[in-house]
């Protein structure tokens, strides 16, 4: 079993920065993918980044391109979003979840195993 476990949210105003961490229990990162996707209410859960697990290649959503980077510390099993600039339309639960080594990684259907989810809140 695998327990993913987001932290670093929080109450932000509009062009600060946050970092997101994600740990895991019971399976190593180590050549497995890792996405950080965000949900608010109402709306389907989205893509935001990713990180293969063969070849340690990146993706961002257009949104948040240029502005979060995302990394990962396989001696820690983390997994970090480094998120810069922050707007309103950046307000939402962050989850992250682990998927195989090379995948699509903007689809949620790719990813076997989600956090709980961190509230990320950015007041204008």
């Known amino acids: 079993q695998v327990e993913l476990v987001e932290s670093g949210g929080g109450l932000v105003q509009a062009g600060d920065s946050l970092t997101l961490s994600c740990a895991a229990s019971?399976?190593?990162?180590?050549?497995?993918?890792v996405g950080w996707f965000r949900q608010v209410p109402g709306k389907e859960r989205e893509f935001v980044a990713g990180?293969?697990?063969?070849?340690?290649?990146?993706s961002y959503a257009e949104p948040v391109k240029g502005r979060f980077t995302i990394s990962r510390d396989n001696s820690k099993n983390a997994v970090y979003l480094q998120m810069n600039g922050l707007n309103s339309e950046d307000t939402a639960v962050y989850y992250c979840?682990?998927?195989?080594?090379?995948?699509?990684?903007?689809?949620?259907?790719?990813?076997?195993?989600w956090g709980q989810g961190t509230q990320v809140t950015v007041s204008s």
């Open positions: 979840a682990v998927g195989g080594g090379l995948i699509s990684l903007r689809s949620t259907r790719n990813y076997a195993y």
């Open positions: 019971g399976r190593t990162f180590t050549g497995y993918s």
């Open positions: 990180i293969s697990g063969i070849g340690g290649y990146t």
